[in-house]
T-cell receptor, first 114, second 112 residues
Framework: KAGVTQTPRYLIKTRGQQVTLSCSPI?????VSWYQQTPGQGLQFLFE???????NKGNFPGRFSGRQFSNSRSEMNVSTLELGDSALYLC?????????????FGPGTRLTVL | KQEVTQIPAALSVPEGENLVLNCSFT??????LQWFRQDPGKGLTSLLL?????REQTSGRLNASLDKSSGRSTLYIAASQPGDSATYLC???????????FGKGTSLLVTP
C-alpha cells in the first residue's frame, strides 16, 4: 500500500504571494492533518479534515486554510506569505478520526519564502 | 495545554550501546503516545504507538513504555547501529486539543 504523498516537495515563493500544497493520504484513510515544522517552534498542528469537514484547528492565523475532497485528498493554502512561513509542512493521515488511530506522515513540502 | 518535553536534546553513543530516550508530558488525559523517527530534511516515520491503556510496545530492537499517571514514556533502543542516527520525536494525542503534541526531539548520533 502506498504511503502518504505530498506535492510539491520543494517550493520557493516571495513575500505576499500565496501557495497551495497537496496531500494524498494512504488509501482507505479518511482523516488528513497538517503540521508545520520550524527549527524554533518544532512541530505545530495546523488543522485536521475528516469527510471533507474541518474537525479541528490549531492556533494559526486565517491566512492558513485548507480543504478536503471527496477522495480524501487535501490541500492547504497559505495567502499573503510572510518570511516566517518558511517551514517544512507535513501532512498526516489516519484511517478514521478517533483518538486511538496511528498517524502516518508524508515526506513534507519544504517552503522557502524570500 | 499539553506540554511535551524530551530529554536529552542530543545524544552521541558508540555503536553497540543500549540507550534510553525520555519523554514527559504534563496532561495525563491522553488517547495514545507515538514515537517517530525523522531523518534530516525528511518526513516522520512512525516507530511505535502505545494506547493509553497499554504499558509498553515492542518492535525489533525498540521498546517503548508508557506510565500515564506520571506522564512519562521511554524509548529503549538495544544494540544501537549507525543507521539509528536520526532525530527521535515523541508525540501525545490528548483528549483536549485532539491533535498530536510533539516534543522538540532527541538528536541521536551513533558512531561506528
Amino acid at each position: 500500500k502506498a504511503g502518504v504523498t505530498q506535492t510539491p516537495r520543494y517550493l520557493i515563493k516571495t513575500r505576499g504571494q500565496q501557495v497551495t500544497l497537496s496531500c494524498s493520504p494512504i488509501s482507505g484513510h479518511r482523516s488528513v492533518s497538517w503540521y508545520q515544522q520550524t527549527p524554533g517552534q518544532g512541530l505545530q498542528f495546523l488543522f485536521e479534515y475528516f469527510s471533507e469537514t474541518q474537525r479541528n484547528k490549531g492556533n494559526f492565523p486565517g491566512r492558513f486554510s485548507g480543504r478536503q475532497f471527496s477522495n480524501s485528498r487535501s490541500e492547504m493554502n497559505v495567502s499573503t506569505l510572510e518570511l516566517g512561513d518558511s517551514a517544512l509542512y507535513l501532512c498526516a493521515s489516519r484511517q478514521w478520526a478517533g483518538g486511538t488511530d496511528e498517524q502516518f506522515f508524508g515526506p513534507g513540502t519544504r517552503l522557502t519564502v524570500l | 495545554k499539553q506540554e511535551v518535553t524530551q530529554i536529552p536534546a542530543a545524544l552521541s553513543v558508540p555503536e553497540g550501546e543500549n540507550l534510553v530516550l525520555n519523554c514527559s508530558f504534563t496532561d495525563s488525559a491522553i488517547y495514545n503516545l507515538q514515537w517517530f523517527r525523522q531523518d534530516p530534511g525528511k518526513g516522520l516515520t512512525s516507530l511505535l504507538l502505545i494506547q493509553s491503556s497499554q504499558r509498553e510496545q515492542t518492535s525489533g530492537r525498540l521498546n517503548a513504555s508508557l506510565d500515564k499517571s506520571s506522564g512519562r514514556s521511554t524509548l529503549y533502543i538495544a544494540a544501537s547501529q549507525p543507521g539509528d542516527s536520526a532525530t527521535y520525536l515523541c508525540a501525545v494525542f490528548s483528549n483536549s486539543g485532539y491533535a498530536l503534541n510533539f516534543g522538540k526531539g532527541t538528536s541521536l548520533l551513533v558512531t561506528p
